[in-house]
């Protein structure tokens, strides 16, 4: 992993809070938007923390990030609603969807949400979560900017879209999925050029040769003053067939039966926002809340969840390795909040050198203002 540093996670937000309200958003986006980023570092999931901010830089600057719009409902019945985000960006719209599609479920025991017109989301951790926190089940995601070819082909056609679901639980900790159905996105490049190391895997297509590579380095292009988001020479190559089939799956549910999706063939590239043929970067998104009170005895499906979490971490473990779920340490950081969580130091200095000082803010300011605060407020 590139150089890290750990931070005080309340002074993140605080200085996300800043920035953002400097960038022209109202109180409660920006808290949308510093909420979903600091929880994505206490899951661990640094390509979706701080440096993830650049995405929505990136939209405000080519003028299709509207930071003062409202995402609306404009469409809706008992167990489905459809938002547009009027350009605004994912953090607010989704956050609007999942409020809505819980809400809905409690009554309907399922219910959809669709959006889009929307800028970046960042983790979907952080809605889904959203319903767990109201003893219910969720999944979503959103499709993206082309960042992965189909199979056997040499230039990129699908999304390298999040995919995060998570249920309800008692004293055990859920059963939380979060993923993505690619191998590689921009933030892998980023990564691997700059810690002058490998991909994990030959994901890099030759846009000549169609040659596999897992050297970074010989496709990165990166984007001035930004230390996450870079553009490639190289198609992604998708791992197997099963990611390309959820893949495709995830742009039928969030694009093509989607009211307002785009589908991602029809999306920029980052290439096009370097050349000003910029458009909002997701196409669509969804978000499935379902209550299973409605259906049942909520005591069991706590109890059905318990056990089968404790069942899972009691299988034998193979010589040298241990037996945990995923989102283990995700939920532990979540439940202990952690006094500091990791961040990139490449991802920390573009929002401060790049981002923060477009509003002449800086971190020491921003440390000066965050100290002086009331102890009740920090």
């Not at 719009?69 to 609007?96: H, K, M, Q």
């Not at 879209?161 to 690619?182: L, N, R």
Request: contains cysteine.
């Amino acid at each position: 992993m590139s150089a890290v540093k750990l931070v005080d996670p309340a002074f993140l937000s605080f200085a996300l809070q800043r920035v953002c309200e400097a960038a022209g958003m109202t109180a409660i986006h920006a808290s949308y938007v510093a909420d979903a980023i600091v929880f994505a570092h206490l899951q661990g999931k640094l390509n979706q923390g701080l440096g993830v901010y650049e995405a929505l830089d990136i939209a405000l600057q080519a003028g299709v990030f509207d930071v003062q719009a409202t995402p609306e409902c404009i469409n809706e019945g008992p167990a489905y609603s459809v938002f547009d985000g009027n350009r605004s960006s994912g953090y607010y719209t989704l956050n609007l969807m999942a409020e809505s599609a819980i809400a809905k479920a409690a009554s309907s025991g399922i219910a959809i949400s669709f959006g889009g017109n929307h800028n970046d989301a960042g983790s979907f951790g952080r809605y889904v979560y959203l319903a767990h926190e109201r003893g219910m089940m969720a999944f979503s995601s959103n499709n993206t900017v082309p960042l992965a070819a189909p199979w056997g082909a040499m230039q990129n056609r699908l999304s390298c879209p999040p995919f995060d679901a998570i249920g309800p639980s008692g004293e055990e900790m859920p059963v939380w999925i979060s993923t993505k159905f690619a191998e590689w996105y921009d933030a892998d490049i980023s990564e691997a050029a700059l810690a002058q190391k490998p991909l994990k895997g030959h994901w890099l297509i030759d846009p000549e040769s169609g040659d596999l590579s897992d050297d970074a380095s010989h496709y990165a292009k990166p984007i001035d003053g930004y230390g996450r988001v870079w553009d490639c020479e190289a198609a992604g190559q998708l791992g197997e067939p099963r990611t390309y089939a959820l893949n495709l799956w995830n742009e039928l549910l969030s694009a093509i039966i989607n009211p307002v999706g785009v589908p991602v063939t029809e999306l920029p590239t980052i290439a096009d926002y370097e050349a000003g043929n910029a458009a909002p970067s997701v196409g669509g998104s969804y978000y499935i809340a379902i209550d299973p009170s409605v259906f049942g005895p909520m005591a069991a499906v706590l109890k059905k969840s318990d056990q089968f979490v404790r069942d899972v971490r009691s299988a034998p473990p193979r010589p040298g390795h241990s037996v945990r779920l995923p989102s283990q340490l995700a939920y532990d950081n979540v439940m202990g909040v952690a006094h500091q969580v990791p961040v990139m130091t490449a991802h920390w200095e573009a929002f401060f050198n790049t981002i923060a000082s477009r509003y002449h803010l800086s971190e020491e300011s921003l440390r000066q203002a965050f100290d002086q605060q009331p102890k009740g407020d920090v």
